[in-house]
């Protein structure tokens, strides 16, 4: 894939997520999941928990597919898009965490 297919595609993801107004609880939400799987209280599905281990790997990881050193605060963006997609690919899961959640806190 192309460079500049690469900054469309997260630049239009960027432009959708500014416009979700539910974005950021969603973020909110998938650290919420991840914290009672370490718990042990939740099991997510194992695609859905191996992306989600990707896209932390990713962010955390000094290896990007565009270096901050040569590209400035542009390098970013790769560490963006991946974040973008891995919550695409990870919104179902978000939702069935939801409701979950929701039964969780009925039941107390």
Do not use: C, H
Not at 19 to 47: C, H, I, M, Q
């Amino acid at each position: 894939m192309k460079k500049t297919r690469l900054l469309k595609v997260i630049g239009a993801a960027g432009i959708k997520a500014q416009k979700d107004k539910s974005f950021f609880e969603k973020v909110k939400t998938f650290f919420a999941l991840l914290n009672d799987y370490r718990k042990g209280l939740y099991k997510p599905k194992v695609k859905n928990l191996a992306i989600a281990f990707f896209v932390l790997a990713y962010l955390i990881s000094p290896l990007d597919i565009i270096p901050e050193a040569i590209f400035g605060p542009f390098g970013l963006i790769d560490d963006f898009g991946i974040f973008m997609i891995g919550m695409k690919f990870l919104n179902k899961e978000i939702v069935r965490y939801s409701s979950w959640k929701m039964t969780e806190l009925q039941s107390i």
